[in-house]
């Protein structure tokens, strides 16, 4: 049985003319999976490679390198919260409030709630200086941002939830 949906082969299809070269596409390919899957499992990777013909190491290599892609053994939570670490958001409370997040959910950054609902990740800088501390719900980003917004953004129904 194929890890990859159908929906997953074909949006992974209509990358390829958009790239010099199939090897290009590792990247977007791998994101496709994991916004389905919420984590790019090793079977996953081989059939990507099959895919963009290149080796199943190649695609190995490239999940690893980036600190987003998750695995089988860590899937992302149900929402991914990335909370900017950059200088201006740390000045403007985004340390307390990563810290506050931490706390009130049992985890630290890079980690999923027991639940499975929740992961909480870092940004080096997420480029929203003039709205310090922000943090990106998914694709979406909030600016000065409060413990009381991020509990509020992250538990509304209609916030962004990837999962499949």
């Known amino acids: 049985m194929s890890e990859l949906s159908e ?6 299809a209509e990358h390829l003319p958009r790239y010099p070269s199939k090897q290009a596409v590792t990247l977007p390919a791998l994101h496709v ?19 963009l013909e290149l080796s199943p190491a190649q695609i190995s290599d490239t999940a690893s390198f980036y600190g987003f892609f998750r695995t089988e053994d860590n899937p992302l939570g149900q929402k991914r919260i990335w909370v900017c670490r950059s ?8 340390e307390e409030l990563l810290a506050a997040l931490c706390e009130k959910y049992h985890i630290v950054p890079g980690q999923t709630t027991a639940d499975g609902k ?4 870092l940004a080096e800088c997420l480029g929203a200086c003039d709205g310090a501390p922000c943090i990106l719900l998914e694709d979406e980003l909030h600016l000065r941002c409060s413990l009381e917004d991020v509990e509020r953004i992250a538990n509304e129904p209609n916030a962004p939830n990837k999962k499949a």
């Open 7 to 12: 929906n997953a082969k074909q949006v992974i």
């Open 33 to 51: 999976v994991q916004q389905e899957r919420r984590y790019v499992s090793n079977k996953a990777m081989e059939e990507i490679a099959e895919l």
């Open 87 to 94: 200088l201006p958001c740390m000045l403007r409370g985004g």
């Open 118 to 121: 929740l992961t909480i990740e």
